[in-house]
DNA sequence: GCTCTGATGTTATATGGTGACATCTGTTAT
DNA sequence: ATAACAGATGTCACCATATAACATCAGAGC
């Protein structure tokens, strides 16, 4: 069965895109993609785990020669949601970049307890019944979170 | 339209049937609801609203003389949880009592955003719809967690 | 160049959560 | 009864996550 992202594959071009698509959208919605959120959108990506907001400021930190403040990441990361760019995953406190941004943002995700690994669904049946469950309740929807902690194919079968 | 959990409503009775319900269950089980266990418990069921564990905590402080370590709410809530009495809020990192005790425990919430009311559900269709949505891409499921952000029918039309 | 708006820097602090180890308390076996 | 044990609680220190308040800076439009 093919895996939505394989443990081996050319992570390089996935940053490449993440980047690509995000200028493109904010250029277009005249939102500005500055070097600091366009560096953190960046370290977000650095791998399909989601990462915390402490993790990628420690990144910063290091590389410029003064300490990067938490605030400064925090606002970075606050923009790089709001432009859905970059989702945030509740039971982890940690940030994830989002695989369809300008597009569908359902919120939905498979979030692996061996490996760590995120992966982004928009399963159509899952939104309508969620959906569905509100309204009937006369709940009004703004924003549906689902996270589904488990296992993933390639941490299932250790001997293959 | 009936609300789950109208505003106004007998809730002295709600934290006596979760009691007695704990009670039953932590007998029934060997399982053993502490004094400091039950009184936290009874504290998260103050409201219909998830509650912080550092709300928790003062509240403990003041009653007692000297006051309430962190872990001593942690552990109980820990323990809770491990008891399906009480459920984490992963969005707010708050804690509320379960409403099925020893029943389901599909781990949906609608939380509405005005008045910090969180009503729980157990959908059929949305627990099938995940688990379909993740077994179909060879995802183990082991922990579902649907928290859905709105607006609750009370909080809707503010003239009625 | 001036000015305004939005972005960033700085400092301090609030909120949420654990690790390590000592002590207590209730249960069980003798 | 009491020794011995396991699980529960207390204590202290600490880490992790997030934000408030206010100053400063940089770019866009005039």
């Not at 250029?27 to 977000?44: D, K, M, N, Y």
């Not at 928009?122 to 969620?130: M, W």
Request: glycine content about 8%; overall charge negative; hydrophobic content about 40%.
């Amino acid at each position: 069965m093919p895996h939505a992202v394989p443990h081996q594959h050319d992570h390089a071009h996935c940053i490449i895109d993440a980047l690509t698509r995000a200028d493109a959208l904010c250029g277009a919605r005249g939102a500005r993609l500055t070097s600091v959120r366009r560096r953190v959108l960046e370290l977000v990506w650095t791998s399909h785990r989601p990462r915390g907001a402490y993790a990628i400021l420690d990144d910063l930190s290091q590389e410029g020669g003064k300490p990067t403040a938490p605030l400064t990441v925090y606002r970075a990361l606050e923009f790089l949601v709001e432009q859905g760019l970059v989702h945030r995953i509740e039971s982890l406190n940690a940030y994830i970049g989002c695989i369809t941004p300008g597009g569908a943002h359902a919120g939905q995700f498979l979030v692996c307890e061996r490996c760590g690994t995120a992966v982004e669904l928009d399963d159509p049946c899952v939104r309508e019944a969620i959906r569905a469950a509100a309204t009937g309740r006369g709940f009004l929807v703004h924003r549906p979170t689902v996270e589904v902690c488990g296992v993933c194919p390639d941490c299932q079968e250790p001997s293959l």
